[in-house]
């Protein structure tokens, strides 16, 4: 088990190199940092000095291996655009970023589940018939769009709920949280709603699709044939059964989730890694832009190791094998 | 039954908001698009930057309500006798934010961080030779030559206190780390920054010993930084947020169509324009010309001046709200030209002849560059002046792209004409024509944004004439006549002046400035 860990680990560092030289060898097309960093006024000869000062005239290959070798010894640099330094930047807008993706999976999972469940178990009910539209059009939907219909009803119209930011935040040891008041919630809700939309129909569908498999399977005849409670059978070996495949979409989609709320968190101004990442391609910010997608690529590689693990968790047939 | 339960929940929630915004009145939010990446008021010149940071920070003289010059840590300047340059007579009485007093020292140490290799700004002290204490409140600019300009071009030189930046490591702008200043202020300007969260939030509250009369009534001003424009109007009408800047032309009609909100609409100091590639030889972008470059002809330059329709341009695109340009800045601006106010009219006749005379009666095919993210609607004016000027012949190619990757292009040569937008920094007529008019020359540090290097021995002989001309009257002679010049030979193409539109709640009272400055000092929330 540890060394199984330990191999995806391993592994996780070489998908993270490998995406921050295809990350690199981009940068030159996103524009020239310089021009973005001085004034108009500045003059040729200062830009010139700047850029050597900055090592971009040196070689691709140099460039990216002064990254590399600086991450690996923890130094992530300095952004071009703030001078702050970038681990910090970072750190400091995760939590925004997990916060919403986490409170947008678990609401797509709560509604999600149970619509899926009730959908399979009745597949001709009006209701059901409803709700598989409505979530179509939910899915057919671009974000934004979905983002500025909920912020004009709720945040203008209403007036119930903030439009934008994140508000109402609490310092829990270095961790900014919006889930330990009213107003954070406030915040919280409309994006993590926009954010799950696409998640909640996903996994209603697969669960669906799944439980109605799963329905027309032996062992399910079997007990109803022996007279197994029907709530026993659906909810206890039914469901479990459904969940399998479930699990492993779901985890993949979550890494998804967390690397494209960039969109959610620029109609929303949400302070995450995605709107840092967003102002960060504006100002050609290079260091942020290169350890973002590094962060973001761990953040796949540990989704997807966990993903595995639920998986053995869940399916007694694998633990005896892997070990 | 449940429903009408919420609804009366909603109402009186909304209720509470009233009230609580009631307690709090002299709250000032605004947001903006950009958010200033430092707090250092000397290592970016960026609008952004300068702009939040004229509320915490003060130069020697600053710009009034309609942008003229007025004292404000300097009391009077004169011209320096015997030699080049301008005596500062400094105010007395003025405290840092931290208490420390102001004193000629801290001019002397700003103008050696502001002018230093890191700073970003050094570029406006290039003719400043020396500067020299004379006294406690008297300082001296020393100049190469006479400049009579050069109070306006420092109005927004930034002092800062030495002892404060020295005393915490910040003697120089950050150059790659960031240090004590770039989060951290000391100005002696009317408010101090009570909080920051880089790319979230800016709290400004007064400063207490502030040695102007206050004006405003704000006791706390709250920036958020608002990227997307949907959302920044929605932040709006929710009233989250009490003034924006700026709204997009599209939503004007949506803020004006509801109770408890206006918009404020100005002319920008910014003339857009098309510029030509005056040196190349050949066009780059041309399939059927491709031995010469006809805009080298002024004919073929004046064909495409009346060949674009700016009445159209105004009405479809830009609802009525921009102004013709005949020149380079426009008309209010120290230095414009009166009498060459006149701009070639719409005219594809003439356009059509004029090509036919020099030698393209069919016309010719060839690139236009423009931006799609730097000016008002800049891609919908390019596909519309790429019809026009296709209808007489020219038939555009048009590529589009962000600005970040644009300015590159057009210093590597890469365009046969291009798009730019041009404020002048000083608000004089003079800055267009050092930085587009002068031929290119990187030692002189002249004619850095003239892409098409458009060169004319007589605007360079001027141009040190008008820098140096304390005269007035013959100092406009010599302007008018490098637009006279540059109208003649359609150094450029000038289209319009670019409209400001911000947008803000009935209560809230403020001053829309030219240069698209917002100056918390002017608000009052009634």
Redesign the interface.
Known sequence: MVYFILKRLVQSVFVMLAVAFLAFSLFR????PI????????????QE?LRE?LGLNDPFVVQFYRFTTDMLQGDFG?SY?????VAD?IADRIPATLELGVVALIISLIVGIPAGVYTALRPRGVLTQGILLTTLVGVSIPTFVIG?ML??IF??Q???L?????NGTVQIGGWESSLFTVQGWRSLILPAVTLGVYQLTLTMRLVRAEMMEVMRSDYIRFGMARGVPMGRLHYRHALANTMVPVITIIGLQFGGVIAFSIVTE????W?GMG??F??S????DIPVMGVYLVVIAFFFVLVNLIVDLLYVAIDPRLRVKDL | MALRNLGTTALMGAAFAVCAMGASAETLRWASTTDPQTMDPHAVNSAPVLSFLNNIYEGLVRRGKDMSIEPSLATSWEPLEGENGWRFTLREGVTFQDGSAFTAEDVLFSYQRASDEAADVRSWFAPVTDVRVVDEFTIDFVTNAPNPLFPDSIANFMILDKDWAEGNDAALPARDAENFATMNVNGTGPFTLAGRDPGVRTVLVPHEGWWDEAEHNVTEGVFTPIGNAATGLAALLSGEIDFIQPIPLQDVAQVEGREGFRVLEGEETRVIMFGFGHEHDTLLYSTDVTDVNPFQDPRVRLAAAHALDIDSIDRVLFRGKIEAASQLVPAGISGYSEANSDRPAYDPDRARALLAEAGYPDGFSFGLKCTNDRYINDEALCRAAASMFAAVGLNAELSTGPVRDYWPQLREDDFDMYLLGWSPGTFDMEHPIRFLMHSQDDEARLGSWNFGNYSNARVDELLPMIQQEIDPAARQAMIDEVVAITQEEVAYIPLYTQPLIWAAKDNVDLTQRADNFFMLRWVTVN
Not at chain 1, 81 to 85: A, C, G, K, L, S
Not at chain 1, 281 to 284: A, E, P
């Open positions: 097309f996103v524009g020239d021009s973005q960093m001085t004034g108009v006024e500045t003059t040729v000869a200062d000095r000062d300095f655009r703030t001078r702050q330094p930047m500025i912020i004009f945040g203008v209403l007036g119930w903030p439009t934008f930011g994140r620029s109609v929303f101004q302070p709107l840092l967003l102002e391609i504006r100002f050609v």
